[in-house]
């Protein structure tokens, strides 16, 4: 005799499905709402590109197949799920460049997929929800990001002061790096690279462990060691300085940006795309309760250009061990100006945003905020008499033609087990006829949200039929539809 097989799924993945899809439908159908009204087209491109147009810029970027799932076609050339939605966008702009009319500003939503090692809340297949604009170098391009980003979580119900919109420019952290020492070549970009991801680890690794990993490493709780950048301690102070400059007002940090920089011309550009964008949100007014400057933001990926924008949640939650902590992240973006240039071979501006679709809901659901989310069950029409399923299908077939939603018991068990399946469904109204409904011409609707007895304490008709609670009530056949539709919308549903 065979064995079984287990059924079981890769570690860093996960089923989904009833209330944490509808909370996900939910988040994807209000942000294509807000993105769509401000004048972004959706686009869809595949999960699987070739590994030459994702690897460049990758984490391990010497082994173009590490940190995404690859394979080979039966061309022997390397395939790979995407591990973003950005470099498939770039390669779409490329090959359809002469079509397109730019600025081309699109948003699009899917599954991203990262060969990394999963961990409590990371996971190996994510959702994430993007816009970009290719083919603008205008600073209001990125400025619009972070208010389009602000206005989609208040959209969600999130209130100002729950969340943080946090601007940078990578061009004032290359001054930073340049004034700190960091050679220019090969081995500089990949120190420059450790120390990037090193700054952007302040929020939760706090000074003293950027320290550590700008210099000669640091060892974690589990004993793992993360190889530093071997910075000499003058040049982690400077950074360090950098990191803390923005406590002030939006005038305040761009002087003191300036001064930090001071020598590097590229820094300097920085600084003066920052003011710009300062000023553009003033005119919007977009105040530091929902966008501000702050030199903190690193955004880890190398293929940054300019701007680069974190959108963080301030709000707190509690942790596996019940301590409160800040929610953190929930989606970020920047300038990347050279990655379509890698198949054109000419620059083309673009800039973009990235938010965390599952990351979002977690949020949400701290906040309790996803209780609209989850879509009630269907009426359920009970089947009593086997014999007269045509006509319980008929009254299923109205309901739904009348935008109801609606559901005919298909199993093969009672009254009692249909009432707990129903139950079981979240099913807000369910619909009986017996044989004595049905020679009346009648019906009788039980509503299953009022009152706290449940469907399973009922052992037969007869205990039903008695019940005094005031949940169930008798209608004529003809009265079906307006009678349900107008239950359903006297409680909202």
């Given at each position: 005799?065979?064995?079984?097989?287990?059924?079981?799924?890769?570690?860093?993945?996960?089923?989904?499905?009833?209330?944490?899809?509808?909370?996900?439908?939910?988040?994807?159908?209000?942000?294509?709402?807000?993105?769509?009204?401000?004048?972004?087209?959706?686009?869809?491109?595949?999960?699987?590109?070739?590994?030459?147009?994702?690897?460049?810029?990758?984490?391990?970027?010497?082994?173009?197949?590490?940190?995404?799932?690859?394979?080979?076609?039966?061309?022997?050339?390397?395939?790979?799920?995407?591990?973003?939605?950005?470099?498939?966008?770039?390669?779409?702009?490329?090959?359809?460049?002469?079509?397109?009319?730019?600025?081309?500003?699109?948003?699009?939503?899917?599954?991203?997929?990262?060969?990394?090692?999963?961990?409590?809340?990371?996971?190996?297949?994510?959702?994430?929800?993007?816009?970009?604009?290719?083919?603008?170098?205008?600073?209001?391009?990125?400025?619009?990001?972070?208010?389009?980003?602000?206005?989609?979580?208040?959209?969600?119900?999130?209130?100002?002061?729950?969340?943080?919109?946090?601007?940078?420019?990578?061009?004032?952290?290359?001054?930073?790096?340049?004034?700190?020492?960091?050679?220019?070549?090969?081995?500089?970009?990949?120190?420059?690279?450790?120390?990037?991801?090193?700054?952007?680890?302040?929020?939760?690794?706090?000074?003293?462990?950027?320290?550590?990993?700008?210099?000669?490493?640091?060892?974690?709780?589990?004993?793992?060691?993360?190889?530093?950048?071997?910075?000499?301690?003058?040049?982690?102070?400077?950074?360090?300085?950098?990191?803390?400059?923005?406590?002030?007002?939006?005038?305040?940090?761009?002087?003191?940006?300036?001064?930090?920089?001071?020598?590097?011309?590229?820094?300097?550009?920085?600084?003066?795309?920052?003011s710009t964008m300062r000023d553009l949100l003033t005119a919007a007014r977009y105040q530091a309760d929902r966008v501000r400057i702050d030199p903190s933001v690193?955004?880890?990926?190398?293929?940054?250009?300019?701007?680069?924008?974190?959108?963080?949640?301030?709000?707190?939650?509690?942790?596996?061990?019940?301590?409160?902590?800040?929610?953190?992240?929930?989606?970020?973006?920047?300038?990347?100006?050279?990655?379509?240039?890698?198949?054109?071979?000419?620059?083309?501006?673009?800039?973009?945003?990235?938010?965390?679709?599952?990351?979002?809901?977690?949020?949400?659901?701290?906040?309790?905020?996803?209780?609209?989310?989850?879509?009630?069950?269907?009426?359920?029409?009970?089947?009593?008499?086997?014999?007269?399923?045509?006509?319980?299908?008929?009254?299923?077939?109205?309901?739904?033609?009348?935008?109801?939603?609606?559901?005919?018991?298909?199993?093969?068990?009672?009254?009692?087990?249909?009432?707990?399946?129903?139950?079981?469904?979240?099913?807000?109204?369910?619909?009986?006829?017996?044989?004595?409904?049905?020679?009346?011409?009648?019906?009788?609707?039980?509503?299953?949200?009022?009152?706290?007895?449940?469907?399973?304490?009922?052992?037969?008709?007869?205990?039903?039929?008695?019940?005094?609670?005031?949940?169930?009530?008798?209608?004529?056949?003809?009265?079906?539809?307006?009678?349900?539709?107008?239950?359903?919308?006297?409680?909202?549903?």
């Amino acid at each position: 005799m065979t064995t079984p097989l287990k059924p079981r799924l890769p570690r860093g993945f996960e089923d989904a499905n009833g209330p944490g899809l509808d909370l996900q439908n939910r988040i994807i159908t209000i942000l294509s709402e807000v993105y769509a009204r401000y004048g972004f087209d959706r686009l869809t491109t595949p999960a699987i590109e070739f590994a030459d147009a994702l690897g460049k810029f990758l984490p391990d970027q010497d082994r173009p197949n590490e940190g995404v799932f690859s394979f080979r076609d039966d061309d022997e050339q390397w395939l790979c799920l995407r591990y973003d939605l950005t470099a498939p966008l770039a390669r779409y702009v490329a090959e359809n460049y002469e079509r397109l009319s730019f600025p081309f500003r699109r948003f699009q939503t899917g599954s991203v997929f990262r060969n990394e090692k999963p961990g409590p809340g990371r996971f190996r297949e994510f959702v994430q929800f993007d816009a970009d604009t290719v083919g603008s170098a205008n600073m209001a391009a990125d400025t619009e990001f972070c208010m389009l980003v602000a206005d989609a979580l208040e959209a969600l119900g999130l209130n100002r002061g729950d969340y943080a919109i946090k601007i940078n420019n990578r061009k004032v952290l290359n001054g930073i790096l340049e004034c700190a020492g960091i050679a220019p070549g090969a081995e500089g970009d990949m120190q420059r690279l450790t120390v990037l991801r090193a700054m952007d680890k302040l929020d939760r690794l706090g000074v003293e462990g950027v320290r550590m990993l700008l210099g000669k490493g640091r060892k974690d709780e589990s004993g793992d060691f993360t190889k530093g950048a071997g910075l000499e301690p003058q040049a982690i102070d400077r950074i360090v300085s950098f990191l803390q400059a923005g406590t002030s007002t939006a005038n305040d940090v761009c002087s003191e940006l300036s001064h930090l920089v001071e020598g590097s011309a590229q820094g300097q550009e920085g600084v003066a795309e920052l003011s710009t964008m300062r000023d553009l949100l003033t005119a919007a007014r977009y105040q530091a309760d929902r966008v501000r400057i702050d030199p903190s933001v690193v955004r880890g990926l190398a293929y940054y250009t300019g701007p680069v924008f974190e959108a963080e949640l301030t709000f707190e939650i509690k942790d596996e061990d019940g301590r409160a902590v800040r929610f953190g992240s929930i989606g970020g973006g920047g300038r990347y100006d050279d990655l379509v240039e890698r198949f054109l071979g000419k620059k083309v501006p673009a800039t973009g945003v990235s938010i965390g679709v599952s990351r979002l809901a977690a949020a949400l659901k701290a906040k309790g905020l996803a209780g609209g989310a989850q879509s009630e069950g269907p009426v359920v029409v009970l089947v009593l008499d086997r014999d007269q399923l045509p006509g319980y299908q008929a009254m299923v077939s109205e309901l739904r033609g009348h935008g109801v939603r609606a559901e005919l018991y298909l199993g093969e068990a009672g009254m009692k087990a249909q009432m707990k399946y129903a139950d079981r469904r979240g099913a807000p109204l369910i619909v009986i006829e017996g044989s004595n409904e049905r020679a009346s011409g009648q019906l009788t609707i039980k509503d299953l949200r009022l009152g706290a007895k449940l469907s399973a304490d009922i052992a037969s008709r007869e205990e039903w039929a008695k019940a005094k609670d005031g949940q169930q009530w008798t209608i004529t056949r003809s009265d079906l539809v307006n009678n349900i539709k107008a239950k359903l919308g006297a409680t909202g549903a």
